[in-house]
């Protein structure tokens, strides 16, 4: 028979391994870090990595031991982005990076190999969505930009890290795509048809890359938290029609998307490729 005291300690072990489910244990970098999900040594390209999504991006890749560059268009955010991340023990280094200009794109890349010595880990997150109203009023330079910043800088910033990831003999892309490329969001037409692209850039992608042992991976978010989707959740009417489809009944956090990608950064994930794990607290996700 198992003495009372052992038993004790026993379920205090377990507690710590298994946290109540419902309850999310804060966990430390270190903590992180020394998991199966471990990035050590890693080297993370998050971009438009300033806030919301992206900032908890970076910091779940952070947490977990990667070595995380931040960018977004504008400094004083870069700035912002670093002294928090460095004040929580990440190791970080940012820049400026418009994921629309190419010559931006390349600086962000040829500064990653220059100052972390390789990259590892592409999460490709930047998004624009300027156009709100019928599909049928959409202007081709809507389009153009929605296409240019949304899809093409992801496959053209993909296309400049490949080559560094085969150096470091493979490695882990994940596009952030969204709810909306499964089912188009009333009003937001061409942002959503640039979202259902990333399903099939990420589809097209992974077995030309599984050569080099690079996977390629795609998360798609339900309404979350941030300033993007102020216009979703900031009208009673509008938030309390998108409820009604989650099963979950509140919007996500950042970081509930940030944790997802981290997975597939992860070694936990080393047999998935060409997917999207959709997080979107139960809304229907079918094409
Ligand atoms: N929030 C949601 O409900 C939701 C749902 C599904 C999918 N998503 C997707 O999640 C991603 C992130 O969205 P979010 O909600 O986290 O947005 P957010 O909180 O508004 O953050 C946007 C970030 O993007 C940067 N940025 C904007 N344009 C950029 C550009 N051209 N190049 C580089 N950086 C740029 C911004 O910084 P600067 O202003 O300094 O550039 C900022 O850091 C997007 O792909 C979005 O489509 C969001």
Redesign the pocket.
């Known amino acids: 028979m198992e003495k009372p005291k052992a038993m004790l300690r026993c379920s205090f072990r377990r507690l710590l391994t298994y946290p109540v489910a419902g309850q999310t244990r804060k966990m430390s970098g270190a903590s992180l870090a020394g998991s199966q999900g471990s990035l050590s040594g890693k080297v993370a390209i998050v971009?438009?990595?300033?806030?919301?999504?992206?900032?908890?991006t970076a910091r779940a890749l952070g947490q977990r031991g990667a070595h995380v560059v931040v960018?977004?268009?504008?400094q004083n955010?870069?700035d912002r982005?670093v002294e928090l991340l460095q004040r929580e023990k990440i190791q970080v280094t940012g820049t400026t990076?418009?994921?629309?200009k190419s010559e931006?794109r390349e600086r962000l890349v040829n500064m990653t190999v220059e100052q972390c010595g390789g990259v590892d880990i592409l999460v490709s997150?930047?998004?624009?969505?300027p156009f709100f109203g019928n599909i049928m009023d959409s202007t081709e330079a809507v389009w153009d930009k929605i296409l240019d910043?949304?899809v093409k800088?992801a496959f053209l910033i993909t296309k400049l890290v490949v080559p560094h990831m085969e150096k470091r003999g493979g490695g882990s892309v994940v596009f952030?795509?969204?709810?909306?490329g499964y089912q188009p969001i009333q009003a937001l037409g061409p942002?959503s048809v640039s979202?259902t692209a990333l399903l099939g850039l990420t589809r097209a992608l992974a077995p030309e890359l599984a050569q080099c042992n690079i996977r390629v991976n795609c998360v798609?978010?339900?309404?979350?938290?941030?300033?993007?989707?102020q216009a979703?959740w900031q009208n009673e009417d509008i938030l309390g029609e998108f409820k009604k489809q989650l099963s979950i009944k509140r919007?996500?956090e950042?970081e509930e998307?940030g944790g997802v990608v981290a997975f597939l950064c992860s070694k936990d994930a080393s047999y998935i490729t060409g997917e999207t794990i959709t997080a979107t607290g139960g809304m229907s996700c079918r094409l």
Do not use: M, W
């Open positions: 971009t438009a990595s300033t806030e919301g999504i992206g900032l908890a960018s977004s268009r504008r955010n870069v982005a990076c418009n994921v629309g931006d997150n930047a998004a624009v969505n910043v949304n800088s952030v795509s969204s709810v909306a942002y979202k798609a978010p339900g309404i979350i938290k941030t300033s993007f989707s979703l919007l996500g950042p998307i």
